[in-house]
């Protein structure tokens, strides 16, 4: 069974510009879930979705916003790019409900210039 | 919200030592598990273990869920274990906090030859 997969890989964007990130959870998940990386933060929580509706939120501003679509694929959209977003972007997918293990993407790596 | 502390924050061993890296939650969680950051960023699946004892391989992981700690066992450690190690949770309840993990700030682990 493929894993879960993100792209672009790589992205650099100036400041100002929006950016979106695609996530394809593993075949028959249907949470997604979305962290940002950074070296001063660590890991944060950005938000879950799980059959089409945000189940969960982190503490980031509303420049940062999700969607999931009906064959569970996430999207996430960061508009105005600031260079603090500059970031390891990865995405989780684990089966329905709570309680299950949680499986990561490669990450997008989001650098802003 | 909850705290995860990791400990150590640095390691360095020798191929061939033993090595354990603890990880303490300020609350109860639930879905504890522990990853491996390899070097291009993806978090890979260690242990899913919100309780009791479980191996694989050269790894073994212990959790004590009513003392709030996780212990992670590397044992006849190789140049390939190298990397950060991430243990994470999620809040109680279940049903209010999902799949939200809270990582812990990791283990750099640093194997020699």
């Known amino acids: 069974k493929a894993g879960v997969t993100q792209t672009p890989r790589y992205l650099i964007k100036t400041r100002g510009q929006q950016v979106t990130l695609s996530c394809s959870p593993i075949s028959g998940h249907r949470s997604v879930s979305w962290y940002q990386q950074t070296p001063g933060q660590g890991l944060q929580f950005l938000f879950e979705y799980f059959s089409e509706t945000q189940r969960n939120k982190g503490n980031f501003p509303g420049r940062f916003s999700g969607r999931q679509f009906s064959n569970s694929r996430s999207e996430m959209n960061v508009s105005t790019l600031e260079l603090g977003d500059s970031a390891l972007y990865l995405c989780?997918?684990?089966?329905?409900?709570?309680?299950?293990?949680?499986?990561f993407g490669p990450g997008t790596r989001l650098l802003v210039l | 919200g909850i705290q995860v502390e990791q400990s150590p924050p640095d390691l360095i061993l020798q191929e061939g030592a033993n090595s354990t890296l603890r990880c303490n939650f300020s609350?109860?969680?639930?879905?504890l598990q522990w990853f491996h950051q390899n070097p291009w960023g993806q978090l890979i699946n260690l242990f899913y273990?919100?309780?009791g004892t479980k191996q694989n391989g050269r790894l073994c992981a212990t959790t004590v869920a009513t003392e709030r700690y996780s212990l992670l066992y590397i044992s006849s450690s190789q140049t390939t274990d190298s990397g950060v190690y991430f243990c994470a949770g999620t809040r109680s309840p279940l049903m209010e906090y999902g799949n939200k993990l809270v990582f812990g700030a990791g283990t750099i682990l640093r194997v020699k030859s």
């Open positions: 989780a997918s684990s089966l329905a409900g709570t309680g299950r293990v949680q499986y």
């Open positions: 609350d109860s969680v639930n879905n």
């Open positions: 273990i919100p309780s």
